[in-house]
T-cell receptor, first 112, second 115 residues
Framework: DQQVKQNSPSLSVQEGRISILNCDYT??????FLWYKKYPAEGPTFLIS?????DKNEDGRFTVFLNKSAKHLSLHIVPSQPGDSAVYFC???????????FGQGTILTVHP | GAGVSQTPSNKVTEKGKYVELRCDPI?????LYWYRQSLGQGPEFLIYFQGTGAADDSGLPNDRFFAVRPEGSVSTLKIQRTERGDSAVYLCASSASGRVTDTQYFGPGTRLTVL
């Protein structure tokens, strides 16, 4: 069973606009959530995280929102830049160590 | 400084053969993770090392898969009697201490193809 789901395989956005990537989870024991970005032929790179005690975390152009009751998180990128074009994975953990469960990924394309 | 490195970058083998995949973590990182990424999927957890010991190997799919980290730095993932379904990108990550809040730094992966 897929405990972390990214239902949009791809997203296309114009440069300067907002990108919103969504993620749903089913395991109520998850208490730490992360977003990773991946370029072709490279490993995933950490972007931003959020603990379940918060509902929002911001880092520059990136903001992650967590809605625990809906078991939903989202990543907002404002403004989007062509260099943001990559695959974005959300991930979650219920452990005290870094055992992560990943979603399938969303391909973001930002057009100039 | 150097990041996580993995060798080989690509490995092609025949069904039934034995393969070893190597991971060099960031120096000083005590935690090391192996993940497997199949086509169109996200990475899937395989095993977590804290120092030399496997603290959680619950993600290893069966007893054909084994991993070691004898000196607490380099790790080797070993796959016996490979099957076509083992074809995937094998990712290694390390973090400073293993806490969930520590950033995991991933290597570029080893693409394994079993013919």
């Amino acid at each position: 069973d897929q405990q972390v789901k990214q239902n949009s395989p791809s997203l296309s956005v114009q440069e300067g606009r907002i990108s919103i990537l969504n993620c749903d989870y089913t395991n109520s024991m998850f208490d730490y959530f992360l977003w990773y970005k991946k370029y072709p032929a490279e490993g995933p790179t950490f972007l931003i995280s959020i603990s379940s005690i918060k509902d929002k975390n911001e880092d520059g152009r990136f903001t992650v929102f967590l809605n625990k009751s809906a078991k939903h998180l989202s990543l907002h990128i404002v403004p989007s830049q062509p260099g943001d074009s990559a695959v974005y994975f959300c991930a979650a953990s219920e452990a005290s160590y870094g055992k992560l469960t990943f979603g399938q990924g969303t391909i973001l394309t930002v057009h100039p | 400084g150097a990041g996580v490195s993995q060798t080989p970058s690509n490995k092609v083998t025949e069904k039934g053969k034995y393969v070893e995949l190597r991971c060099d973590p960031i120096s000083g990182h005590t935690a090391l993770y192996w993940y497997r990424q199949s086509l169109g999927q996200g990475p899937e957890f395989l095993i977590y090392f804290q120092g030399t010991g496997a603290a959680d190997d619950s993600g290893l799919p069966n007893d054909r898969f084994f991993a070691v980290r004898p000196e607490g730095s380099v790790s080797t993932l070993k796959i016996q009697r490979t099957e076509r379904g083992d074809s995937a990108v094998y990712l290694c990550a390390s973090s400073a201490s293993g806490r969930v809040t520590d950033t995991q730094y991933f290597g570029p992966g080893t693409r394994l193809t079993v013919l």
